[in-house]
């Protein structure tokens, strides 16, 4: 059997490395290095610095001169510009999510929903963040649309790392303030309820962006601050 080919192992390298960053495994201002990408992955450095490369132009990660890159430290104005693109793009996958929902779209997301909750009660935060993005893609695939779920999987490589500071206090809050929003999500996929659908959609990245600008522009205030 021949070995995969270079152009192969940087596109799994890509793939894998997205889905962390966009599952929010990596926090803001996190180093990633080439040389534990390659050790992580089994492989070569050369696919990894490949696929690391892409992802700088992409903007997604922010290069440096010694062989790693960096998440991007975002400014406030910068994640309300992503939660306001993030509104009109996912709201309307939701919408058209929910109109060609069926019973078996709904026991997924359920069961996504179940494996979650379970998560998020053990404590186990690396677990939590890729099942809410496991989830919301869930949701968005039913509107079987692949340009505008490449569209939504970019915004998402910016804002995942950010997810890290929902917790523990806006977890908690959300919890108690909406409840099982991700029952009714379900259950509106369930009844093609396009417009529950996207509410529950809208809420979820209004509040929890605003609350990530807050908590950035909050840090910046004490910074400066100490600065003085």
């Known amino acids: 059997m021949s070995k995969p080919s270079s152009a192969v192992l940087r596109d799994q390298v ?9 599952g929010g495994q990596f926090a803001p201002g996190e180093k990633i290095t080439i040389r534990n990408l390659a050790k ?25 001169a010694n062989r790693s890159a960096f998440i991007p430290l975002l400014t ?7 939660k306001d693109i993030r509104l009109h793009i996912e709201c309307f996958a939701a919408e058209r999510a929910a109109l060609g929902g069926t019973s ?26 890729a099942l809410v993005y ?4 869930e949701l968005y695939a039913a509107c079987d649309m692949p340009n505008l779920i490449r569209i939504i999987n970019s915004l998402w490589l910016k804002t995942g790392p950010y997810l890290n500071l929902l917790f523990p206090h806006y977890i908690y809050a959300v919890s108690t303030d909406r409840g099982d929003w991700r029952e009714r999500i379900a259950a509106g996929v369930e009844n093609k309820d396009a417009a529950a659908v996207a509410e529950e959609v809208r809420q979820d990245i209004d509040q929890s962006l605003t609350y990530i600008a807050n908590i950035i522009s909050a840090a910046s205030i004490l910074k400066l601050a100490g600065g003085k």
Do not use: H, N
């Open 76 to 82: 406030p104005e910068q994640i309300a510009e992503l």
């Open 40 to 64: 992580d992955f089994s492989m070569s450095p050369t696919p990894v610095r490949e696929a690391l490369y892409r992802l700088i132009s992409e903007g997604v990660l922010q290069g440096e």
């Open 14 to 22: 890509y793939d894998e490395l997205g889905a962390l960053i966009r």
């Open 134 to 137: 496991t989830f919301q893609f």
């Open 104 to 129: 078996e779209i709904a026991a997924r997301l359920r069961k996504t929903s179940a494996k979650l909750k379970k998560a998020r009660a053990a404590g186990d935060r690396r677990a939590d963040l």
